[in-house]
């Protein structure tokens, strides 16, 4: 689903460090985005595979059971936290292969490939049944359902950039976390923050920037959802960067915008460009000042992009009636034409 450059993995990881004020928390859920992607990626590989997984050889008089290169990878699967991922990602629909293997190991079908000498005949049945199952119509078709949608998003957005920078060669650009405080969430005594609340306050702060900023030309936007941060958005702005400059004071002024303004003391922010040492660890340092003819810094605005919108193949936020999670400003709309400081 992603090009190894992109580090989508790397990405997700760090966004799942959660904070809170000043606080980095980083919790054992850190690791479920390379779990994930690892056993997606090892079911694809058995799936396409025809040969056999496990056969018996004769090793110094003994009979020893041989396991392929693959299954010896679907094994060291075995200890994952399936039943910790599937409870933190509970509102999210995760990749179709995952779920499938994560149901075999949680029901203990997939006793059968454990084990220091399992049975070959008992192994081989289990893996042909997999096989089958993932090669039905009806997974197949759920597969390319999830594809579709990650990467129909991920081309939106990239074009969405590329026609931003055919208006302007140079971009300021800044990445927030918005939601709401943990002293707000308490007074909710243990029920989730209104989806329909944060979309409707998102909405009223986009609309407020794109009046207090004229110098504002674009941004996208991804809801997503934590059991600890309950409903939050990762929003980025992009600015004319021949007009402003201070990315981590705009940004800033946008949090402190949509706490106290917007959200009327009850959100809170995390400011990303204050931040950027961090993120230089993923090669996702594609904020800040990001001009049209620095290849290098240009890219990693992309593949910070391209997470907002790919990571949705191996997990995507999916309830009844929530409606879009990923949204854009319109290039070439008003925002564009306009001219001037942040007035913020």
Same mark, same amino acid.
């Not at 359902?145 to 950039?161: I, P």
């Given at each position: 689903?992603?090009?190894?450059?992109?580090?989508?993995?790397?990405?997700?990881?760090?966004?799942?460090? *959660?904070?809170?004020?000043?606080?980095?928390?980083?919790?054992?859920?850190?690791?479920?985005?390379?779990?994930?992607?690892?056993?997606?990626?090892?079911?694809?590989?058995?799936?396409?595979?025809?040969?056999?997984?496990?056969?018996?050889?004769?090793?110094?008089?003994?009979?020893?059971?041989?396991?392929?290169?693959?299954?010896?990878?679907?094994?060291?699967?075995?200890?994952?936290?399936?039943?910790?991922?599937?409870?933190?990602?509970?509102?999210?629909?995760?990749?179709?292969?995952?779920?499938?293997?994560?149901?075999?190991?949680?029901?203990?079908?997939?006793?059968?490939?454990?084990?220091?000498?399992?049975?070959?005949?008992?192994?081989?049945?289990?893996?042909?049944?997999?096989?089958?199952?993932?090669?039905?119509?009806?997974?197949?078709?759920?597969?390319?359902?999830? *594809?579709?949608?990650?990467?129909?998003?991920?081309?939106?957005?990239?074009?969405?950039?590329?026609?931003?920078?055919?208006?302007?060669?140079?971009?300021?650009?800044?990445?927030?976390?918005?939601?709401?405080?943990?002293?707000?969430?308490?007074?909710?005594?243990?029920?989730?923050?209104?989806?329909?609340?944060?979309?409707?306050?998102?909405?009223?702060?986009?609309?407020?920037?794109?009046?207090?900023?004229?110098?504002?030309?674009?941004?996208?936007?991804?809801?997503?959802?934590?059991?600890?941060?309950?409903?939050?958005?990762?929003?980025?702005?992009?600015?004319?960067?021949?007009?402003?400059?201070?990315?981590?004071?705009?940004?800033?002024?946008?949090?402190?915008?949509?706490?106290?303004?917007?959200?009327?003391?009850?959100?809170?922010?995390?400011?990303?460009?204050?931040?950027? *040492?961090?993120?230089?660890?993923?090669?996702?340092?594609?904020?800040?000042?990001?001009?049209?003819?620095?290849?290098?810094?240009?890219?990693?605005?992309?593949?910070?992009?391209?997470?907002?919108?790919?990571?949705?193949?191996?997990?995507?936020?999916?309830?009844?009636?929530?409606?879009?999670?990923?949204?854009?400003?319109?290039?070439?709309?008003?925002?564009?034409?306009?001219?001037?400081?942040?007035?913020?």
């Amino acid at each position: 689903m992603y090009k190894k450059e992109e580090n989508i993995v790397g990405q997700w990881a760090d966004r799942m460090i *959660e904070h809170e004020g000043s606080a980095w928390i980083v919790r054992p859920s850190k690791d479920y985005p390379a779990q994930i992607v690892q056993v997606d990626r090892v079911m694809r590989a058995l799936v396409k595979s025809k040969a056999e997984m496990f056969w018996s050889r004769r090793v110094v008089g003994l009979t020893r059971t041989a396991v392929h290169p693959v299954a010896r990878a679907l094994r060291q699967c075995v200890n994952m936290d399936y039943g910790g991922i599937k409870s933190h990602f509970s509102k999210q629909k995760l990749s179709p292969y995952f779920e499938l293997l994560a149901e075999e190991f949680l029901s203990h079908r997939a006793d059968a490939i454990e084990g220091v000498s399992p049975d070959v005949a008992e192994a081989n049945a289990w893996v042909e049944r997999i096989r089958a199952i993932a090669r039905s119509s009806e997974f197949t078709q759920l597969v390319a359902t999830q *594809e579709r949608s990650a990467r129909k998003n991920a081309k939106a957005a990239l074009d969405y950039l590329q026609a931003l920078y055919r208006q302007h060669s140079r971009l300021c650009v800044v990445r927030l976390d918005v939601g709401y405080s943990a002293a707000h969430r308490e007074l909710l005594s243990g029920r989730n923050v209104d989806p329909v609340r944060i979309k409707r306050d998102l909405a009223t702060c986009l609309r407020k920037l794109r009046r207090s900023y004229p110098a504002l030309v674009g941004y996208v936007w991804k809801l997503e959802f934590g059991p600890s941060k309950s409903y939050h958005v990762h929003l980025m702005a992009f600015l004319n960067g021949h007009l402003v400059r201070q990315d981590v004071r705009i940004a800033q002024a946008i949090g402190e915008f949509w706490q106290d303004e917007v959200t009327h003391s009850d959100g809170s922010y995390w400011n990303c460009n204050a931040r950027k *040492e961090f993120y230089e660890r993923t090669n996702s340092l594609g904020i800040g000042m990001v001009e049209y003819d620095d290849e290098a810094k240009r890219r990693r605005l992309e593949y910070s992009l391209l997470y907002l919108t790919k990571a949705d193949y191996y997990v995507r936020l999916s309830e009844p009636g929530l409606g879009r999670t990923f949204g854009k400003g319109q290039a070439g709309g008003d925002s564009l034409k306009k001219l001037g400081r942040p007035r913020i």
